[in-house]
């Protein structure tokens, strides 16, 4: 079965605090994602990655960096929380091979920021 | 830009009876994946079924079923002799034929009443 953990199940930080959420998959997957999950609004997608040093924006990259320096992991990065980044955090990967493509998902983190 | 609206935010059925779960979608292209993912409250997100758009036949897994309209671009899940544990939110997902990226909805949430 694919596997995919995040570091953290609850954060709580203050506002200004810089956030580091790490995601890692064990099943070679190429592509990686992180999306915010927020009532109403579904999964938004922040950002994503193909393949290690790569990334892309997704619709709501502001206030966010990432970074993957290997294949299995991927990080988000809140350098200075807002209130306004109170938020569920997914973490998703994929492969390319083949198909249908289907994501896998990790537990998410719930981050508060006070 | 792709777009997926779940048009029912919350619904409810009782135990042993079926419930339809709406999904439409909006795409210009011709080749893609949809799919309806599950969420338990406090849960991993975990696939329920997936449907290629090239195939006529909808698909079926288990209790859960999809209507698959493509002219209509509709894609509804149908969960038979609904149990407790199917309480959960679920969000329909559109995957294009050309890139990594999903789309959802913004979710349904599901009660099972005993």
């Known amino acids: 079965d694919v596997k995919v953990t995040q570091s953290s199940r609850y954060l709580v930080k203050r506002t200004g605090e810089k956030v580091f959420l790490e995601c890692v998959q064990d099943?070679?997957?190429?592509?990686m994602f992180w999306y915010r999950q927020d009532p109403g609004l579904g999964l938004r997608l922040i950002y994503f990655?193909?393949?290690?040093?790569?990334?892309e924006k997704g619709d709501i990259p502001e206030g966010y960096s990432v970074s993957r320096e290997k294949k299995e992991r991927f990080s988000l990065i809140l350098e200075s929380t807002s209130t306004n980044q109170t938020s569920m955090y997914l973490c998703?990967?994929?492969?390319?091979?083949?198909?249908?493509?289907?994501?896998?998902f990790g537990p998410g983190t719930r981050l508060t920021v006070t | 830009a792709q777009t997926v609206t779940q048009s029912q935010p919350e619904m409810s059925v009782q135990e042993a009876e079926t419930v339809t779960l709406s999904c439409t979608y909006d795409?210009?292209?011709?080749?893609?994946?949809l799919f309806w993912y599950k969420q338990p409250p406090s849960r991993q997100m975990i696939l329920v079924i997936r449907?290629?758009?090239?195939?006529?036949q909808n698909a079926t897994e288990n209790r859960f079923s999809v209507n698959f309209q493509k002219a209509a671009k509709s894609f509804s899940l149908k969960i038979s002799d609904s149990q407790l544990g199917d309480a959960a939110m679920y969000f329909c997902?559109?995957?294009?034929?050309?890139?990594?990226?999903?789309?959802f909805g913004p979710g349904t949430r599901l009660s099972v009443l005993p």
């Open positions: 998703a990967s994929s492969s390319e091979a083949g198909g249908p493509y289907e994501q896998y």
């Open positions: 099943m070679d997957h190429e592509n």
């Open positions: 990655s193909y393949d290690v040093k790569m990334k």
């Open positions: 795409t210009s292209e011709s080749d893609y994946y």
């Open positions: 449907q290629e758009a090239y195939k006529q």
């Open positions: 997902a559109y995957r294009g034929n050309y890139g990594q990226n999903f789309v």
